[in-house]
């Protein structure tokens, strides 16, 4: 069985501040692939990031960041000077191969608030 | 990244009517369509996983005769609720899988189309 954890339910900060998003797994596959993905007002996912179970080093693209620690089954994502267009929910997911295809499992998602 | 399109945004229809959801790949062809269900202020559920050419995969609770999916095609797989009742009032999002060359695969989602059911 696979489960994805975002404890953060919640968070609300002031533009301009960092904040760091959650997300643990559990998996027994070997290979797995972790994403996130953000889900603005309008409700439309859009993908963020992929990173497989092989790839430990951390990305960044622009003002986005992502911790990826195999060791605390982790992949937390970091926003930087947030902005108020930053608001929305974000999912991580994790996805495994089992017949033939991958099916996403994600978390409950974490909602981000940016207040000017 | 890649274009998935949904059709209609959004349906209001009568209990016991049926309601046919569009979800389409633009640049690019899916084998693999995913539909997912989405409750206010809750996570997405996977519903079924659709497959051009062959029956598709329903998860544990999801009445496949309720929520039918076909995959026609490449770009275009669709869910019909069936005698839609207030209770399937909800936000359904497709996805659709894009492997690239080096093998790396993404779903990429629709907008999502917002059901209710009166």
């Known amino acids: 069985a696979q489960k994805v954890t975002q404890a953060q339910t919640e968070i609300s900060v002031v533009e301009k501040e960092d904040v760091t998003l959650d997300c643990v797994y559990e998996t027994r596959d070997t290979t797995y692939y972790l994403f996130w993905y953000k889900q603005p007002p309008s409700g439309e996912l859009v993908f963020l990031i992929r990173?497989?179970?092989?790839?430990?080093q951390n990305e960044i693209s622009g003002r986005y960041s992502w911790n990826f620690q195999k060791s605390t089954s982790s992949f937390n994502f970091t926003i930087t000077a947030s902005q108020v267009v930053d608001s929305a929910v974000y999912f991580c997911?994790?996805?495994?191969?089992?017949?033939?295809?991958?099916?996403?499992?994600f978390g409950k998602g974490t909602m981000l608030l940016v207040s000017p | 990244g890649a274009v998935v399109s949904q059709h209609p945004s959004r349906v209001i229809c009568k209990s016991g009517t049926s309601v046919k959801i569009e979800c389409r790949s633009l640049d690019f062809q899916a084998t693999t369509m995913f539909w997912y269900r989405q409750f206010p202020k809750q996570s997405l559920m996977l519903m079924a996983t659709?497959?051009?050419?062959?029956?598709?995969?329903?998860e544990q609770g999801v009445e496949k005769d309720k929520f039918l999916i076909n995959h026609a095609s490449l770009t275009l797989s669709t869910l019909t609720v069936t005698s839609a009742h207030p209770e399937d009032s909800s936000f359904y999002i497709c996805?659709?899988?894009?492997?690239?060359?080096?093998?790396?695969?993404?779903?990429?989602f629709g907008p999502g189309t917002r059901l209710l059911v009166l």
């Open positions: 659709s497959n051009e050419g062959s029956k598709a995969t329903y």
């Open positions: 997911a994790l996805s495994e191969w089992y017949s033939g295809y991958s099916t996403l499992t």
């Open positions: 990173r497989n179970s092989f790839d430990e």
């Open positions: 996805s659709a899988r894009d492997i690239m060359e080096t093998g790396k695969e993404t779903q990429y």
